[in-house]
């Protein structure tokens, strides 16, 4: 996953249910004993041409699956899911075809808008037809329903059968401030696209349709419509996603002024209306209809799951994460090489796991069971770690935290790390202690309106109450300060990004990957020597999702 000018590096995933007033005694915790030649092996290993790019249901996954298990048990690990080192994580492609336009209708309206043009949908059912007809339209603001901020986009409407019409992010995208109900320009999971779609499901629409527009988004039109168009893949629902809305799809700014014009009404009027406190949904009296023949693919992946018992409370979990998948075959580069390698996104974070279970072993088991976790299916959505959330082998109010880690930072040493997602929770304690014991210090996320502590595996975690802290790597260098961060992060965005480019080099200088894991080590340590659980903030909006779980949890955070 790409943030900023960059892979999205790591991921601390810390969980608790209720922090101590005056905050925990941090544990002491030694360097870890992690072997560089352990990162390289593996990372070599896994990016080579044998393993064909690592896609989910293919040969390279059951290469990519045994190798893993070889090195997690040679790392002194268990197996983490009952005696087995796997957890299944059935999944489904849903690929849809032959388009009807979007038709708006209305008592003086009949435009038609072009698939993938001015709009793109697609599907969470498992149906081989879609057909959305004659469905009302309800602009629905920034369609978010948060208790805890007093507000509801969706008060006194009843959306079943209907379809909204939904603002991207959140209502204050657009200040120059971190203040605010929805933390200023700080994006919130309320800003993201997935809980749009989920919260419309919620809500009983047939349709939820996102307004795109470039700086709220964080990205233009061309990353939506190659986004969703062709497979789409999802964790496999019991109920076949019938809960699920009909459609979901984006629309172009343009074609939604259209509409609304349409309407009779002005969407720069309804937009600033959105942003204010007591908005009420709009209907607009105009009904939307479309159609699409899907074609249905199910097959199975894996997740790894390895632990270190803890040795007072093997109850409470600590997570260490990465995902191990990548793209497979791809569009060729200059030499006809079509094989995207995905050396650092992510065979650098699922080494890490192994060099990081290696340390532990070292050091003996902590108070706490130390989880090492291999997710599949991130480049599809985040689905081997949302299965997981959903499915937990392990009690998520019981779980404790931890580390994700994608892409690790092969630039060098870093002064810095940068902080994505600060201020949301008692964990940034936990960091705040580490960095000072290995002399560094933190950047804050410097674009927070694009949402990226909502974009990788942690946040599948996050969402269902358990605190997560996001880090990114630092990109102010020893070497060439940030002039040379930037320029490292824009050449492997430029050059190697989700192409077949991302590969092995030997001349590879590790020792800022080792300084970043001598951090994931002492957060994680850290987090299963102490007693402290520690929770989101106050108005979070994950507190309310986490205090729940921690009530009706017997025995548990």
């Not at 309407?263 to 009296?285: E, H, I, M, N, Y």
């Not at 899907?294 to 109850?315: C, Y």
Request: hydrophobic share 35%.
């Amino acid at each position: 996953m790409l943030r900023n000018s960059f892979a999205v590096l790591g991921a601390l995933a810390l969980a608790a249910c209720s922090a101590q007033a005056a905050g925990p005694d941090f544990p002491e915790v030694a360097p870890g004993d992690i072997s560089e030649a352990t990162m390289k092996e593996v990372t070599k290993t896994l990016s080579s041409d044998a393993f064909e790019g690592r896609e989910p249901g293919t040969p390279g996954e059951e290469k990519t699956l045994d190798y893993l298990v070889k090195k997690f048990a040679e790392a002194g690990l268990q197996p983490g899911n009952k005696g087995s080192w796997f957890q299944d994580v059935p999944l489904v492609e849903i690929t849809a075809k032959d388009f009807e336009p979007l038709r708006i209708g209305g008592p003086a309206a009949d435009m038609r808008f072009e698939s993938g043009k001015d709009w793109v949908g697609v599907t969470y059912r498992e149906d081989e037809r879609t057909d959305l007809d004659d469905s009302e339209i309800v602009f629905v603001g920034f369609g978010i329903n948060a208790p805890e901020k007093g507000w509801n986009d969706y008060e006194g409407v009843d959306m079943h059968g209907k379809t909204a019409l939904i603002l991207v992010n959140d209502p204050d995208y657009d200040s120059d401030e971190l203040e605010g109900t929805f933390n200023g320009k700080a994006m919130t999971y309320y800003g993201r696209w997935t809980y749009k779609f989920e919260e419309a499901a919620r809500q009983g629409a047939a349709a939820a349709l996102i307004v795109h527009e470039d700086y709220p988004a964080a990205y233009g039109w061309n990353v939506v419509e190659s986004s969703w168009s062709g497979p789409q893949a999802y964790a496999e629902r019991s109920n076949g996603g019938a809960d699920q809305t009909m459609v979901n799809g984006w629309v172009q700014k343009g074609v939604a002024e259209a509409i609304v014009k349409a309407a009779g009404k002005d969407f720069s009027t309804l937009s600033a209306a959105a942003k204010r406190p007591g908005f009420k949904p709009v209907a607009l009296g105009l009904t939307a209809s479309t159609g699409f023949d899907n074609s249905i693919r199910k097959f199975a992946s894996k997740n790894v799951i390895g632990i270190l018992p803890g040795s007072e409370r093997p109850d409470e979990y600590v997570l260490n994460s990465a995902h191990w998948d990548h793209l497979g075959h791809c569009t060729p580069n200059a030499e006809g090489d079509d094989i995207c390698n995905g050396a650092i996104d992510n065979a650098t974070g699922t080494a890490a796991l192994v060099a990081l279970a290696e340390a532990n072993v070292k050091a003996g088991p902590a108070t706490r069971t130390l989880v090492y976790l291999a997710v599949t299916a991130e480049e599809s959505g985040l689905l081997g770690s949302e299965y997981y959330g959903a499915n937990p082998v392990f009690p998520l109010a019981k779980t404790v935290g931890g580390i994700n880690m994608d892409a690790l930072f092969l630039a060098g040493p870093a002064k810095d790390v940068t902080v994505v997602g600060g201020g949301k929770s008692s964990l940034d304690a936990y960091l705040d202690h580490a960095l000072a014991d290995l002399g560094r210090v933190a950047t804050p996320d410097s674009a927070p309106q694009a949402g990226y502590y909502y974009r990788s595996d942690h946040f599948s975690f996050a969402k269902r109450g358990v605190p997560m802290f996001y880090i990114d790597g630092g990109e102010d260098l020893v070497d060439g300060g940030r002039e040379a961060g930037e320029a490292y992060s824009a050449a492997y965005r430029d050059n190697a990004y989700h192409g077949p480019d991302d590969e092995y080099d030997p001349n590879w200088d590790w020792s800022g990957v080792m300084q970043d894991l001598q951090l994931y080590y002492r957060l994680s340590r850290m987090l299963a020597e102490t007693d402290d659980w520690p929770n989101w903030n106050e108005g979070d909006e994950f507190r309310a999702i986490r205090d729940e779980s921690c009530a009706a949890a017997e025995g548990g955070c």
